[in-house]
């Protein structure tokens, strides 16, 4: 039998912690390997796509969005994951907004769902979210091997996709989602927050509450 779910839903980059974890760790690379400096013009031409990446509805996800960021995170290997990874999160984990837990907890001690949906991928926000006490963490599935290389297109975890991901979690669930709250930084989140009856937008700098 499906029940319906109260759930809260959180972004994660910018929302519960300062800084992106994505590029963070790219810039953490270039500090501790010298593999992403031979792949610099690649990463200039990732760039340059991401300028003319405009879609017109926010969160709308078009092949060249998926291409740039592709393109730009090229550099990382599986090895550089392994070896690099672990440290940058200890580190990253700093960046985290002083709320972030405590409301995590309120949510769910309120009889709500937690759920963390983030496009970050999967070996860089599972560890970083880890002690929150999530039901549930949906973010980008890369390739093992190729860890710049999301898994499907459906696997990247950003703008529309997010919904999708919600609705695939909650049907292997067997619940009816009811977002009742939803937290993000950024307009691309605006299918993801549209769900919720109460929209929390947080300052990416301060983790502040800037409208409701």
């Not at 759930?7 to 010298?34: E, K, Q, R, W």
């Not at 340059?48 to 879609?55: N, S």
């Not at 090895?79 to 837990?101: C, N, S, T, Y």
């Not at 710049?148 to 695939?168: I, M, Q, T």
Request: one cysteine or more.
């Amino acid at each position: 039998m499906i029940k319906k779910q109260n759930i809260v839903v959180f972004d994660f980059d910018g929302t519960l912690s300062a800084g992106d974890a994505n590029t963070g760790f790219v810039l953490y690379c270039f500090m501790h390997s010298p593999r992403p400096w031979f792949f610099l013009p690649l990463i200039l031409l990732g760039g340059i796509l991401k300028l003319f990446d405009r879609p017109r509805v926010p969160g709308r996800i078009t092949s060249l969005s998926f291409l740039w960021r592709r393109v730009m995170r090229r550099c990382l290997s599986a090895d550089m994951v392994a070896r690099l990874a672990p440290e940058f999160i200890r580190g990253f984990k700093k960046k985290r907004f002083a709320w972030a837990k405590k409301t995590v907890a309120a949510e769910k001690a309120a009889g709500n769902i937690a759920l963390c949906l983030s496009a970050s991928p999967s070996y860089l926000i599972k560890p970083l979210v880890e002690d929150l006490g999530f039901d549930g963490v949906i973010c980008s599935e890369m390739d093992r091997a190729q860890p710049w290389k999301y898994k499907s297109f459906k696997s990247f975890n950003w703008g529309e996709n997010k919904v999708v991901a919600l609705d695939g979690w909650a049907r292997r669930k067997k619940i009816m989602p009811n977002v009742v709250r939803a937290y993000s930084d950024n307009k691309s989140d605006m299918p993801m927050m549209s769900l919720a009856k109460e929209q929390i937008w947080i300052n990416p700098k301060t983790g502040q509450r800037v409208s409701g």
